[in-house]
């Protein structure tokens, strides 16, 4: 991660990059709202020793069965093959 202040604005700007403090801010802070910076924030957040999916339309994680959690990891090691 970089640090954003008027010294780094200033070198952008020297090095042909016409931005502001506010658009550079404003950019970086829309970034977080996508959905795999979401997934992984949220991915932190969870106890440890349980089982989840990721549900992408409510971008949450949910608890599910052991057994459901096997047999999804399952299907994925099957896809990649």
């Known amino acids: 991660m970089i640090r ?3 010294y780094f604005i200033e070198e952008l700007n020297k090095n042909g990059f016409d931005i502001d403090f506010k ?3 404003g950019i970086y802070r829309e970034s977080r709202n996508n959905s795999i910076v979401i997934k992984k924030r949220k991915r932190k957040e969870l106890p440890k020793g ?3 999916k990721w549900v992408e339309e409510e971008l ?3 608890e599910i ?3 459901e959690y096997e047999r999804l990891r399952k299907l994925e ?3 990649n093959r």
């Open 50 to 52: 349980g089982c989840f």
């Open 23 to 25: 658009t550079l801010t």
């Open 60 to 62: 949450e994680w949910v």
């Open 65 to 67: 069965s052991r057994e």
């Open 77 to 79: 090691e099957n896809d």
């Open 4 to 6: 954003v202040d008027k």
